[in-house]
Each structure stands twice: as structure tokens, then as C-alpha cells.
T-cell receptor, first 113, second 116 residues
């Protein structure tokens, strides 16, 4: 069975400082991993995806994530936070052969001016 | 066009009403999904359609009835809902890859449903 754990329910950073949102996954097979962002009262937007190609994945809006199989992690980073980054972030896994996405519990990112 | 369009954006309905949520995509995706999201929670899968056929029903109560009339449209028919069914209902679609497996999902903006 696959699962994903987001280690922080809430992260607060100052504008211009780095962002780190942590995600660990559990999957029986090689998974596909995604990060989605959800702004208040909006749908989900795909930030980036890992599907067994390069382990360092670059996404939109300056975000990137590194797949580390030995640590079963897929942490999301951004060098410099912007006020518009304030949102809910979901780490999502799809195990090989599985139809459905499994969502983490989410991390709320707050960006202070 | 990389959009999934959901209508209406907001819906208030009584417990005896019948209403429908609509979802449309023109990306040629052959997998479509309904998710339910309660406040401050992650989305929960309700239904999956692939090639216009229902392939997954996550034990959803029969007061929710999905329909996929063609490859671009997905409906969710609602009848006799309860106040606890109030939530954001998200539609998503994805391309079916060469192996028949889904690729990343594209989500609509959702329908905010309130049952009174």
C-alpha cells in the first residue's frame, strides 16, 4: 500500500528566505510523486512531478524537489519565498499500477512580510 | 487548453433537492475523477472514469451518482444530500499513458456545495 506523510502541518517563513516543505512516502513499487498547491477557495495546481526520470525535478514558480529513494523523501524547496506562495501544499503519490492518487495531509505555508 | 472547467462555482441546495455538478475538459484526457474536499483536509477520491466507464467507486453513498456522457464531460448528480455532504467538489482529468496508467491529474477550480 502507498502512503505519504507531510511532516509539517504549518510552515512560516519570511519573504525572501528559503522554503522547505517535507514529504516522506511509502510505496511498494516505484511511485510517481507530485506536489500540488491550493490557494484559498481554489482548485489544485500541479507544481511538479517525479516519474522515475531525473531525481531533481524543477517545477513552476521557482519550486523544485529532490527524490531520494534511500530516504523515501520528496521534499519541496524554493530559494526565496514570495508573498504569493502563501497557500496549502499537498504531496501526492501514485504507486505503479494504481489508478488513484494518495494525498498527504497538507502543509500550510505562511509568508511573512 | 489545459483547463478543467467546473460549473457551478457555488451551489446551495436543500436536502430534498436534485442538482448536478458539471465538469468539462478538452485536453483529450480519457481518465476523469471526482474528489471531495472538506475544510482543512486533503481531497478524497470518490469516482474514477476511464474511457467513459466507471472504474473506481470508493464506496460512495448512492445519493451521489456520477455520469460520463462522453470523453469531455463528467457529471455528478446529487439527490437527498445531508448537511455533512457540504464540501468542495473537485473534478480532475488525466491522460492515460502508454501502459494504460494515469499521468498527472489536472484539477478544476471546484464547486463549493452547501447543503441546508
Amino acid at each position: 500500500a502507498q502512503s505519504v506523510t507531510q511532516l509539517d502541518s504549518h510552515v512560516s517563513v519570511s519573504e525572501g528566505t528559503p522554503v522547505l516543505l517535507r514529504c516522506n512516502y511509502s510505496s511498494s513499487y516505484s511511485p510517481s510523486l507530485f506536489w500540488y498547491v491550493q490557494h484559498p477557495n481554489k482548485g489544485l495546481q500541479l507544481l511538479l512531478k517525479y516519474t522515475s526520470a531525473a531525481t531533481l525535478v524543477k517545477g513552476i514558480n521557482g519550486f523544485e524537489a529532490e527524490f531520494k529513494k534511500s530516504e523515501t523523501s520528496f521534499h519541496l524547496t524554493k530559494p526565496s519565498a514570495h508573498m504569493s506562495d502563501a497557500a496549502e501544499y499537498f504531496c501526492v503519490v501514485r504507486a505503479t499500477g494504481r489508478r488513484a492518487l494518495t494525498f498527504g495531509s497538507g502543509t500550510r505555508l505562511q509568508v511573512q512580510p | 487548453d489545459t483547463e478543467v472547467t467546473q460549473t457551478p462555482k457555488h451551489l446551495v441546495m436543500g436536502m430534498t433537492n436534485k442538482k448536478s455538478l458539471k465538469c468539462e475538459q478538452h485536453m483529450g484526457h480519457r481518465a476523469m475523477y471526482w474528489y471531495k474536499q472538506k475544510a482543512k483536509k486533503p481531497p478524497e477520491l470518490m469516482f474514477v472514469y476511464s474511457y467513459e466507464k466507471l472504474s473506481i467507486n470508493e464506496s460512495v453513498p448512492s445519493r451521489f451518482s456520477p455520469e460520463c456522457p462522453n470523453s469531455s464531460l463528467l457529471n455528478l448528480h446529487l439527490h437527498a444530500l445531508q448537511p455533512e455532504d457540504s464540501a468542495l467538489y473537485l473534478c480532475a482529468s488525466s491522460r492515460l499513458g502508454a501502459t494504460g496508467l494515469d499521468t498527472e491529474a489536472f484539477f478544476g477550480q471546484g464547486t463549493r456545495l452547501t447543503v441546508v
